[in-house]
């Protein structure tokens, strides 16, 4: 079974957690460490990824740990075509559809698409839409941000990317946002697109993974939170919400 095949008919029963882990935040061994204890959690698959200092060698040593200690699928979100490995089960080829430099919509993905099919690492198309605050994200791939109320605008670029044949959809507040993607933008893309949509960014309680999911998120995303939590009922609060476990 493809990562892809796994993560569809996973979201047949309910909305997934994905936990991100950044192999430029941690060593290889602590991200291993963190990923079986995220996996106890609950969580579905890993996201391995960051926007700055990811290179070949912590890509590769961050997915070995990662593997070898949750057995979880490891997908590979990447910053840039600069870093890239055969270690990943899979990788969000994805395109910051609202980016204002065509480096970031697809002049990248052309540069690295060649090598990820010479690895033949399985690539997940995605369309990724940033929205206020976008944070460090937004700023490195110049994103032309979309505002908290722009929620028409926000359902243009989804329905955009299913209609250009996309996978997934991807709403990113950015990492660290103090507030995550609006439930009411949420649920309008929602209703508009009919492939599954991610959420992330600014997620760090079980109330915005619950609101999150509620209205209508296929899968959530939590990065900062899992690195910083170090108490495991608190962890296993916000994967519980995500996947409206009780
Ligand atoms: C970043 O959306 C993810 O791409 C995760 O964000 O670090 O705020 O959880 P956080």
Redesign the pocket.
């Known amino acids: 079974m493809t990562v892809k095949e796994y993560l569809l008919d996973k979201m047949k029963n309910g909305t997934l957690h994905l936990a991100?882990l950044d192999p430029d935040k941690q060593t290889s061994e602590e991200a291993g460490k963190l990923a079986y204890k995220i996996k106890e959690a609950g969580t579905d698959a890993i996201m391995i990824g960051g926007s700055t200092g990811i290179t070949n060698e912590n890509l590769s040593s961050t997915a070995k740990a990662i593997k070898a200690s949750s057995g979880l699928p490891t997908i590979y979100?990447p910053g840039g075509p600069n870093a890239l490995s055969s270690d990943v089960d899979s990788i969000f080829f994805m395109s910051m559809v609202n980016s204002a430099d065509p480096f970031f919509v697809i002049k990248a993905q052309a540069s690295a698409a060649i090598y990820i099919k010479k690895l033949k690492i399985e690539s997940i198309s995605l369309g990724y839409i940033i929205i206020e605050p976008g944070m460090k994200?937004g700023e490195v791939g110049k994103a032309d941000l979309i505002k908290r109320d722009e929620i028409e605008k926000a359902v243009g670029y989804a329905l955009a990317c299913e209609m250009l044949g996309m996978d997934f959809v991807y709403l990113?507040?950015?990492?660290?946002?103090g507030m995550p993607v609006p439930p009411n933008m949420i649920s309008a893309v929602k209703k508009a697109i009919s492939i599954p949509l991610i959420i992330?960014?600014?997620?760090?309680t079980p109330e915005a993974a619950r609101a999150a999911r509620e209205a209508g998120a296929n899968a959530i995303?939590?990065?900062?939170?899992i690195e910083k939590c170090s108490d495991d009922t608190t962890l296993r609060s916000v994967v519980n919400a995500s996947k409206g476990v009780l």
Not at 172 to 177: I, Y
Not at 200 to 204: D, E, K, N, S, Y
């Open positions: 991100l979100f994200v990113e507040a950015g990492s660290g946002a992330g960014g600014g997620i760090r995303v939590t990065g900062t939170f």
